[in-house]
């Protein structure tokens, strides 16, 4: 436990060493934020400042009250002739936060990495999908962690550029969602998702992963990846594979195999941008009607039962 006290001291101090005019509760928000990993609390801290040019009042003071004493004593005497150690004031910043800093700070971190409320669906994962499926809409989701920088990054460069925001809007249903809360943790455990933050593509009609990228993700390259998804919706899609199997000879045991390379196929979706692996776990529709493609992980069924 003493250790890790005087890891994370030594992290502020090179913190506030990097980061020129940062004060100690500025210090400790990015490097809390990033856990504690010092070199995308740098990220961080700069970030911020590039949002807002001119440094927030509160951070300004600090850094003034903590210069205009550089000389002070450490060291006076104390009482009944002992000796009281002083602490300056900038050190004093590192454990006692001061509450109008906290404050304006988490109001520049919450500007600058909200999440993109603006495109996202409001509700659990299965009224998502039902809502997709009800509008004939691919269903995008994106897991985030909260341990993870690149998540706050998908946030503020990503789903917060315009471009991005408008394809999302016109021919997605959006979802996203922490790994570390009860549903996100249900959908990474469904969709064997080890890896955060991960953006997935979902079959609404089948629930069907068709295909997930990991990691940070630029606007540009994901809007060429989602490119395929806006010429065919889901149900387009599935019309299109039923005929294609119907003019076809092949058994039904071979549909079921071949249905995944299928659905990519008839999108447009290229082997490498699609994750295909085969411990994915694939969610069965509940849909009345029109009879789609069976997924590749359900039983072999005898066709005269």
Not at 118 to 135: P, R, T, W, Y
Not at 159 to 180: C, H, K, P, R
Not at 191 to 207: E, F, H, K, R
Request: hydrophobic residues 35%; negative net charge.
């Amino acid at each position: 436990m003493e250790s890790e006290s005087i890891d994370k001291e030594s992290r502020i101090s090179s913190f506030l060493e990097i980061a020129v005019g940062a004060s100690g509760v500025t210090a400790i928000e990015c490097l809390q934020a990033t856990s504690w990993k010092l070199d995308e609390a740098i990220l961080l801290f700069f970030a911020v400042n590039e949002a807002d040019a001119t440094a927030p009042p509160s951070y300004s003071a600090l850094a003034e009250n903590a210069n205009s004493r550089p000389d002070q004593n450490l060291v006076t005497g104390g009482q009944d002739g002992g000796y009281e150690v002083c602490v300056p004031p900038h050190a004093k910043d590192l454990f006692y936060n001061d509450a109008s800093t906290t404050d304006t700070s988490h109001d520049i971190l919450a500007s600058l990495y909200r999440p993109p409320f603006h495109v996202m669906f409001n509700g659990s994962f299965e009224k998502a999908k039902d809502a997709a499926l009800a509008q004939d809409k691919w269903l995008l989701v994106n897991l985030q962690s909260t341990k993870e920088f690149s998540s706050l990054m998908l946030n503020r460069d990503t789903w917060g550029n315009e471009a991005v925001s408008q394809i999302i809007s016109v021919n997605f249903i959006f979802w996203q969602e922490y790994d570390d809360t009860s549903e996100g943790w249900k959908v990474c455990s469904f969709y064997n998702m080890d890896s955060i933050p991960a953006v997935l593509v979902i079959d609404p009609i089948t629930g069907q992963k068709i295909c997930s990228w990991c990691g940070m993700i630029n606007p540009q390259p994901l809007g060429e990846m989602l490119l395929p998804f806006m010429d065919r919706s889901p149900r387009k899609c599935a019309t299109i594979i039923i005929e294609r199997q119907r003019a076809s000879s092949t058994t039904p045991q071979r549909n079921i195999k071949a249905s995944m390379e299928t659905i990519k196929d008839t999108i447009g979706v290229s082997p490498s941008d699609a994750d295909v692996t085969s411990a994915d776990k694939e969610a069965t529709s509940t849909t009345q009607g029109t009879a789609y493609p069976a997924l590749p992980e359900e039983p072999n069924v005898d066709g005269k039962l």
